[in-house]
T-cell receptor, first 114, second 115 residues
Framework: KAGVTQTPRYLIKTRGQQVTLSCSPI?????VSWYQQTPGQGLQFLFE???????NKGNFPGRFSGRQFSNSRSEMNVSTLELGDSALYLC?????????????FGPGTRLTVL | AQKITQTQPGMFVQEKEAVTLDCTYD???????LFWYKQPSSGEMIFLIY??????QNATEGRYSLNFQKARKSANLVISASQLGDSAMYFC????????????FGKGTRLSVIA
């Protein structure tokens, strides 16, 4: 079974630009969660999608948005990039059926904002 | 709110020795899951082992075992027979009880295996 894939793996953008990151979950998984990892803040939850609906959202500004398609693939978008958005963005997939089911992560997208 | 505490920022272990990484948690939920992930320098978060709050037996997966002490709210990871490839960041995390609850991570422990 193929794992979680994320594209692109690396991105360099400048302040004020916008960016779109993509995540393809494990086949059969309907839940996709997004996390931001920075050296200062650690791993922080952005949002979770299940069956094309946002089910939960972390404490991030509205510049961070996402969506999920009918094939469970998900995208997240960051508009008006700031220097502080430089981070590793990880997506994770799970069945989405239970509160304790395992989340499997992709390789991440490393975003650098100049 | 759920909280994970990992008090060891970094640890060293000799190759072929066993090592224990500490994790304590705090939650008011009765149903929850505890997870350990490994993150090599490449950045990918690799799932290692899971323990459910109602599981009476400690979880084991190959060289990994989870020492679960519910009353003390601890979920320590034990790696037996350490290998050079075990050098990485290790994160303890928890989630539950609802399907939409996210993983809450600790700050991680950097493990270095010495030949």
């Amino acid at each position: 079974k193929a794992g979680v894939t994320q594209t692109p793996r690396y991105l360099i953008k400048t302040r004020g630009q916008q960016v779109t990151l993509s995540c393809s979950p494990i086949s059969g998984h309907r839940s996709v969660s997004w996390y931001q990892q920075t050296p200062g803040q650690g791993l922080q939850f952005l949002f979770e999608y299940f069956s094309e609906t946002q089910r939960n959202k972390g404490n991030f500004p509205g510049r961070f948005s996402g969506r999920q398609f009918s094939n469970s693939r998900s995208e997240m978008n960051v508009s008006t990039l700031e220097l502080g958005d430089s981070a590793l963005y990880l997506c994770a997939s799970s069945s989405g059926q239970g509160g304790t089911d395992t989340q499997y992560f992709g390789p991440g997208t490393r975003l650098t904002v100049l | 709110a759920q909280k994970i505490t990992q008090t060891q920022p970094g640890m060293f272990v000799q190759e072929k020795e066993a090592v224990t990484l500490d994790c304590t948690y705090d939650t008011s939920d009765q149903s929850y899951g505890l997870f350990w992930y490994k993150q090599p320098s490449s950045g990918e978060m690799i799932f290692l082992i899971y323990q459910g709050s109602y599981d009476e037996q400690n979880a084991t997966e190959g060289r990994y075992s989870l020492n679960f002490q519910k009353a003390r709210k601890s979920a320590n990871l034990v790696i037996s027979a350490s290998q050079l490839g075990d050098s990485a960041m290790y994160f303890c995390a928890m989630r539950g009880p609802h399907p939409n609850t996210p993983l809450v991570f600790g700050k991680g422990t950097r493990l270095s295996v010495i030949a």
